[in-house]
């Protein structure tokens, strides 16, 4: 007899969305909800994913392979980061639609699991409590973020 109320197994992609710190405080079925509204994109090794100074449109979800984070210059490139599978970036472009601050370009052959952010804000009018929860979630990475480049700056300071 098949339970009709009871949910399968969850996907291996619900799996690995569910491991994401950005969905980590989501219920299967709302992770279910979110699901429906990502997408998946394959980039080559050494195709750009977008470039600086490009409008911001989308958060990008790391699924395998890896991405390198950088400020484009004549003949080089400065390294900001370079990030695996399980890590996001971009994540701006869920706030607001300001440029790019820097280029983020396949490392290594990789798919991307993308968020636009059109389909964040009909999140928002339609899930708000979803959103609310993704939304905590990127403030939490947000502060981190600028609590580590305070340290690393006051570091410096103290070098100098």
Do not use: W
């Not at 619900?14 to 979110?34: D, H």
């Not at 980039?43 to 977008?50: P, R, S, W």
């Not at 210059?73 to 869920?94: C, I, K, P, V, W």
């Amino acid at each position: 007899m098949v339970n009709l109320f009871r949910p399968g197994k969850p996907s291996p992609r619900l799996e690995r969305l569910r491991n994401l710190s950005l969905f980590v405080n989501l219920t299967p079925a709302e992770l279910r909800i979110v699901d429906g509204l990502l997408h998946e994109r394959d980039y080559l090794e050494g195709e750009v994913i977008f470039d600086e100074g490009d409008e911001g449109q989308a958060i990008y979800i790391v699924a395998s392979g890896e991405v390198l984070i950088c400020r484009p210059r004549q003949g080089d490139a400065r390294r900001l980061a370079q990030l695996g599978a399980g890590t996001f970036f971009g994540e701006l472009a869920l706030l607001d639609d300001s440029p790019r601050s820097a280029q983020a370009r396949a490392a290594s052959a990789c798919q991307l699991i993308v968020f636009f952010r059109d389909d964040f804000v009909g999140l928002l009018d339609t899930h708000a409590r979803i959103a609310s929860k993704i939304l905590r979630e990127l403030a939490r990475h947000l502060g981190a973020r600028m609590r580590a480049m305070a340290q690393a700056a006051g570091a410096d300071q103290q070098l100098l």
